[in-house]
């Protein structure tokens, strides 16, 4: 049932704008929360759709820049009204914790919700292609952390239906309760090397504050196994270092692409647990607890140019 619609006018000074409105879908776990943004002009075809997926503690609002103006995702509403997109922000449901989160395939996750998250996003594509005609062929998911963990299991169980993934600060569950890929799914994966929250060498997930979060693969061994199923080699077949921008501090970014940009990773040297960006930039004190937030690209642009192209096979 739909509660709202505002006009937001685009962020960063920009004269573009999104419709955003809330929702609310029936599910059996009880009604699901979700915001999408459409672009003002009318819709002339089918659309391309993008699910974006918040991390533990996060939101749909959060995403959409209405809890926090400088979340890097917030950027998906100026791609949505320039590039003719479809944009959801679904909400988690709250875990053991209190935290919103998802159900991502972590056996060992114990503070995670038990819902049915799989299902969910499958309802939501279903309904935008239904009523906001969304392109079946072209619909892509990107997460955040807890998000991004659930991106990679949505990369599994509904790899069929989608065209291209992208994952930041999110590495494969170690104990996990899904199979692997075997759906040659392009990916593009984000990580820092220094991350306080998700290891880039793997193990324990969380910090002081966060127990009962689980345990990850590294980030070569979740690069391993999402090359397997699209029989990629080891060997990359392009590496670059991006330009270093004054803002990104320390930090530094080594682009690596497998085959013709069916697996691309963005490795940032030094960098936390936080989107890299170059218009929305996180405060000190996100940067005291998550560690230096890279500025060399604008990550949800970097996403859209890897998945405007792909159809799902």
Not at 36 to 56: D, E, N, W
Not at 247 to 267: A, C, I, M, N, P
Request: include cysteine; proline fraction near 6%; charge should be neutral.
């Amino acid at each position: 049932m739909i509660k709202l619609a505002i006009l937001l006018t685009a962020l960063c000074g920009a004269a573009q704008a999104a419709t955003i409105t809330s929702a609310e879908m029936p599910r059996p776990e009880g009604p699901r929360h979700y915001l999408m943004a459409t672009p003002v002009q009318a819709a002339t075809g089918k659309r391309p759709l993008v699910i974006v997926l918040h991390g533990h503690t996060g939101s749909a609002n959060l995403v959409f820049g209405k809890e926090r103006l400088n979340d890097p995702m917030q950027q998906w509403l100026e791609i949505a009204d320039r590039e003719q997109l479809l944009v959801i922000a679904p909400d988690g449901m709250k875990g053991s914790d209190g935290k919103r989160g998802w159900n991502d395939c972590r056996s060992d996750a114990s503070t995670n919700p038990k819902s049915d998250d799989v299902s969910l996003i499958g309802a939501l594509i279903d309904k935008a292609v239904a009523e906001n005609n969304a392109d079946p062929d072209r619909v892509y998911v990107i997460g955040m952390s807890n998000g991004g963990i659930m991106t990679f299991r949505l990369g599994v169980e509904l790899a069929p239906r989608l065209a291209a993934i992208a994952t930041i600060a999110a590495l494969a569950p170690a104990r996990s309760l899904c199979p692997a890929p075997t759906h040659p799914l392009p990916l593009l994966m984000v990580h820092g090397t220094a991350d306080k929250i998700v290891p880039y060498a793997g193990g324990e997930v969380g910090h002081i504050m966060l127990k009962g979060r689980g345990t990850t693969l590294g980030a070569e061994q979740t690069l391993a196994l999402w090359r397997k199923p699209l029989h990629l080699p080891d060997a990359a077949t392009k590496e670059e270092d991006l330009p270093h921008q004054r803002e990104s501090g320390d930090t530094s970014v080594r682009h690596v692409v497998w085959g013709q940009d069916q697996l691309e990773f963005y490795k940032v040297e030094r960098g936390g647990h936080s989107e890299p960006s170059i218009h929305h930039r996180m405060g000190w004190i996100a940067g005291a607890l998550l560690g230096a937030q890279n500025a060399d690209f604008e990550l949800a642009e970097e996403a859209w140019r890897f998945f405007r192209d792909k159809r799902r096979q």
